[in-house]
Each structure stands twice: as structure tokens, then as C-alpha cells.
């Protein structure tokens, strides 16, 4: 039989994959040294009200404001979004590896993130008088959209590996040493 414009036809378009090859070399060199560890470093300066500019190695700087019903410009995401952004990023990143590592062809990804957030403290400006614990994100929600050439509970197996071994997933959801203090 001759293609005919007028049968339907399916087309299947996959996601850019990464380098597998790579991805297992990778993999290979955090199983022979696996206390190895990274380092990101962000340098952020203040612009005026609630706006500043996070400079990220090379890359176009990361703009941060605050809504105007908290006296910022919104003039791009607020702080918290930034942060679910980045939760967003590293899922995707762990859903993607998994699937090359698995020989998973995705043609659809999408993470939607949601979080209960709170001010009431107003950032320690004199509001609520609040414990670390009751203040930022209280709930995280995650839905993710994915389609490939696998089952729906393989892909289900994709997300779940990937969001245990998630870096951020795993700052947000553990306690993390942290300092803050003045600088030289």
C-alpha cells in the first residue's frame, strides 16, 4: 500500500537526549568515589526595594524581586519561586538520566510545582514571632507530566529513582548545615 495524505499517520517526536556514553562514565566515577562533592557558587548584590541580581558563573543573571503586595516591583519570580524553580530543574535533570540510563526515549516532560509559603514574620522585621521550623515552605507539591516509549509504571519507577537521588529534593527535604555571617 502507497502512502495516502489521507490516512492519519502517528509521529513520534523524543525529547534531545544527553550522552548516554558520558552519563555512565559519570556514574562510574561516583561509584569509585562516591564522598566526592561539588560546589556551586552564586554571588548575589541588591539593586534597591526587594530586586537583586544573582550572578551564576557565565550564565544570564538570575533576577529576583518580590510581588507588590510585599512592597517589592515584581519585576521577576520571587525568592521562593527561584528555589521551586530550581527543585523543578534538578527533577527533570534525575528524570532525564534515569531515562537514558534505562534506554527510555521521553517525548514529554513537564514538572509543575507548588508550595505553601508564609511570611508571617515579615522576614524578621517585627511580625510574628515564629520558630525556623513554622517558617518557609511548609508543603511541597510535585506533579510530573512524562511520556515515552515506556509503560506507565516503568515511567513511575523513572520518577521515583530520580527524585530519591535528587541533590535539591534532598537539601529541601533534610537538614542542612548552614552559616551566615558577616563577610571580611
Known amino acids: 500500500m502507497s502512502a495516502d495524505s489521507s490516512y492519519p499517520t502517528t509521529v513520534s517526536t523524543y525529547l534531545r537526549p544527553i550522552d548516554r556514553d558520558g552519563l555512565m562514565a559519570f556514574a562510574e566515577k561516583g561509584r569509585n568515589n562516591p564522598n566526592a562533592r ?6 548575589t548584590v541588591m539593586q534597591g526595594q526587594y530586586r537583586s541580581l544573582s550572578y551564576v558563573g557565565k550564565h544570564a543573571l538570575v533576577v529576583v524581586d518580590e510581588p507588590l503586595h510585599l512592597f517589592g516591583e515584581d519585576t521577576a519570580p520571587a525568592p521562593g519561586e527561584i528555589a521551586l524553580s530550581g527543585l523543578g530543574g534538578c527533577l527533570a535533570v534525575g528524570i532525564t538520566a534515569v531515562a537514558t540510563l534505562k534506554k527510555v526515549s521521553l517525548s514529554k516532560l513537564e514538572v509543575f510545582l507548588e508550595a505553601d509559603i508564609g511570611n508571617p ?5 517585627g511580625g510574628a514571632e515564629m520558630e525556623p521550623a513554622q517558617m518557609g515552605f511548609q508543603n511541597i507539591r510535585v506533579k510530573i507530566a512524562i511520556e515515552g516509549d515506556a509503560s506507565r509504571e516503568e515511567l513511575a519507577e523513572i520518577v521515583r529513582q530520580a527524585n530519591f537521588y535528587s541533590p535539591v529534593a534532598n537539601t ?3 537538614p542542612v548545615p548552614m552559616s551566615v555571617e558577616l563577610a571580611d
Open 38 to 43: 561539588g560546589r556551586n557558587n552564586v554571588h
Open 121 to 125: 514574620a515579615a522576614w524578621g522585621a
Open 172 to 174: 529541601m527535604r533534610n
